[in-house]
T-cell receptor, first 112, second 114 residues
């Protein structure tokens, strides 16, 4: 079965640089979520989209923005990167009438 | 506000035995969902099992079952016949109706001993 695809899988950036993470949800899934998992931490919800509209917002810094495109893929844009942004970033997708959220493999971002 | 508590930072279990991972939750919402995810050392987050707040029967998925006790606000994960590949971090999570994003507990690291 098709799973959530995230790219890139690993990313190394310098402080103050920008990064763009991409997420391709499971086909026919209409809801996308972004989570950030710091080292040794539990995942924290950042933002979600339903049918290409932002549906909920969590602890997403103002330096970050996200959108969902017409083909349902989503991108998380991160600017003015800080050392503390080093984390594993997950995208998850869900079919709204179902409950289960399925996670992608994550993008490991390292900020030097 | 929603809160998930996992009080066992680490657990050990002998191969082929059963193990229970504890999870308690707190929410004022009447409609909510409870999830368990497995995170191996490779980092991916694997969905294991889901229980809705209105489900009367405990959820089961293969070797995984969720012991849902609504009055106690607990949603413990039971893994039967443990295998070496079960060694991982296990997260309990909750969503509430409307938002549906997940709130996670701090996780329990399970180690299966041969």
């Amino acid at each position: 079965a098709a799973g959530v695809i995230q790219s890139p899988r690993h990313l190394i950036k310098e402080k103050r640089e920008t990064a763009t993470l991409k997420c391709y949800p499971i086909p026919r899934h209409d809801t996308v979520y972004w989570y950030q998992q710091g080292p040794g931490q539990d995942p924290q919800f950042l933002i979600s989209f339903y049918e290409k509209m932002q549906s909920d917002k969590g602890s997403i810094p103002d330096r970050f923005s996200a959108q969902q495109f017409s083909d349902y893929h989503s991108e998380l844009n991160m600017s003015s990167l800080e050392l503390g942004d080093s984390a594993l970033y997950f995208c998850a997708s869900r079919l709204k009438r179902k409950n289960e959220q399925f996670f992608g493999p994550g993008t490991r971002l390292t900020v030097l | 506000a929603q809160k998930i508590t996992q009080t066992q930072p680490g657990m050990f279990v002998q191969e082929k035995e059963a193990v229970t991972l504890d999870c308690t939750y707190d929410t004022s919402d009447q409609s909510y969902g409870l999830f368990w995810y497995k995170q191996p050392s490779s980092g991916e987050m694997i969905f294991l099992i889901y229980q809705g707040s209105y489900d009367e029967q405990n959820a089961t998925e293969g070797r995984y079952s969720l012991n849902f006790q609504k009055a106690r606000k607990s949603a413990n994960l039971v893994i039967s016949a443990s295998q070496l590949g079960d060694s991982a971090m296990y997260f309990c999570a909750m969503s509430v109706s409307g938002a549906n994003n997940l709130f996670f507990g701090t996780g329990t690291r399970l180690t299966v001993i041969p």
